[in-house]
Structure formats: C-alpha cells, structure tokens
DNA sequence: CGCATAACCGACCGCTTCAGTAGGATTTGA
DNA sequence: TCAAATCCTACTGAAGCGGTCGGTTATGCG
C-alpha cells in the first residue's frame, strides 16, 4: 500500500468539514459517527491537520473544527502530507533546499543512481495526482453520489 | 515512502544485471559488492523475482541470475510489484475480477466513497510512471552517468 | 456556580512489516 | 572432492500502524 489509513480516514474527515454548511464547526464525535471510524484515533489526526493549518478548532461545548481555508483552495498534496509525513518514493529521496529532489545515494557532483529517473517519474506521478485535486471536487463528488443515493431510493418507493 | 528499500534495492539488482554483457550469469556476491548491499538479503529480494518470472538463476559454481527476457521489455510496474507486491494507494483498494477498480467501502451499486475519485488518480500516476519505464532506460541512465564519471577523471588527469 | 460537552495531550499496547542475519541444504563446474 | 554458488527456513531488533485509555483544559448553558 502506497498509504495508510491516515491518509485515508483523514480525507474523509476533511470532505466531512467540507461538506458542512456555512463554516459551522462539526465535532470530532460527529463525523466519527458519520463515517464510522474510532473518535479516539481520528482526534491523533485531526491534530495534525491542525498543526499542518488546514483546520481551526473551537474548544469547549458546541465547539469542533472547521476548514481553516475555502475548499477550493485545499490541495491534496497539504493533506496527505500533514498526514502521513513528506511523500517521496523512496527514503533516500529529499528535497534540497533549492527545491530540487536529490538522492543521497549521488554524493556529490553530477552522478545519479541508477533508480534515480524512475523515482522522479513517480513522484511526478502522485504529486501531479494529488496536488492537483482539490478538497471541493472530493466534497462535490462525494455530494453527487448522495444525490444518486437519493434518487434511487425516491424512484423506488 | 510509497516504497521500502526492497523496491529500491531489486530495481538496481535489475539494473546491475541489464548491465551484464551477453546473458552472462552474474552472481549475487558480484552484485551485492558493486552496489554495496548485503548479500543475504539479496537473495530474499531475487527470490521474489525469479518467482515473478522476471529473472532465470543457474545454480552450482560460476551460476549466478540473468534476465529472463531482453530489458527493454521489462516494464518497472513488474519489477515493482514483485518485490512490494499489489500496488494500490490504498488497503480497501483491489482489482475486481473484471479489471475495475472496487473500493470495498463501496459495498453494492454504485454508491462511491469520498476518496475514490482521489486514489484513483494516485493509482493512473503512479501505473502510469511505472509501466512508462522500462529497464533498458534505467540501465542506459546509470551507463550515461557513469561515462560522465569517466569523462570527468580523463579530464581531471 | 456547576455541569455537560467538547478539544487537547501523552502514554501504552498488540500486531505486522522491515531490514537484516544465520545456518544449513543442494546443485554444479573444475 | 572441493569450492562456489543458489536455495530455503527460521529468527531478531526496531519501527510503524491502528487503535485505546485516562486525564486536563476550555467553554457554552441553565
């Protein structure tokens, strides 16, 4: 598996904060109950999420969290990583402070490894995939096949 | 990281043997001392790749592994998946029967869970770099770099 | 004020995988 | 026969995963 259930449950608990109404904060025990997951392991990582700045709390009765920004302007790539840590392929793989993705295996100078080329292609790959959807097209997505839902069970009865 | 050392470790044992002129066998022993890894764990990783069909061994003195197919036609979506098994983003993600690709939250009809529509575009990313690749391109790469190496010591001399 | 409701925080736990080691059995060329 | 090699199984320490638990703090409401 490429990720973990973090990944995972902490996708489902952001396309939850996007789908509430207004910027209403829904509590962890909320959408524990609406997606089915355990609230005591979600609370380690809406913690994350949190300190990755990508949700803000309100503590105390009818407190919870909300989006931190407009979910059009959440990418995946910000979650995934709050999540699960820096996506690379490999762990020998860490951006340079120019930004540029070097293996530690190339000590110095221009000598690449021989896996270099196909872990670039693959981190290409996935950040392409994930920095290139946004939170709103999960939160739509996950609303149309609601509203199928909905009409399937309005057409039979 | 989407990968473990075994990923990285097989794909330059495939490389070194693309290396290899004519279908001579290379032993493990020549392999583990030029990319500097250890041997005994070598063998757990070819072990999986013979299994694959992806390497032939000859056992006995002056044995050793070749490539049981010409490396341009060994895609890394293969080797891969041989030495880290399924490639799925996700653990509630598996091949159906039929090729499509099932989320198991997604119990009948075509109800999808919020993260589909993200995991499927990670799974196309990744595939698409993996299968993209073939080992013949690796084993051109690292050729490249080592005559830049070559180069760069004439020069220097 | 007092209480219920929530976010917060850290410790712990069983399980699996990772990365590697060890020891031996088997096959084969010289 | 001997050395070199593949092959196979079992084991191990460390780390991460997927939680659970207990307790602390903050806050709205009656």
Redesign the pocket.
Known sequence: ?L???????GVRLMVELGRQPGSQ???????AEAEN?????L??L??KL??AGL???????????RLAKPAEEITMDAVVEAL??QIAPM?CFHDSPEGKVLCSHESDGDQACSTKLLWMRVQGGVTKALAGTTLAELVEFSDQSAQKRVAAIGSAA
Chains 1, 2 share one sequence.
């Open positions: 598996m990720f973990s259930t973090k990944a995972e449950y904060p829904a509590s962890l025990g909320s959408v997951l355990p609230l005591s392991y609370e380690h809406v913690a949190r300190k949700v803000t709390s309100t503590r105390g009765a009818h407190g919870g969290y699960e840590g762990e």
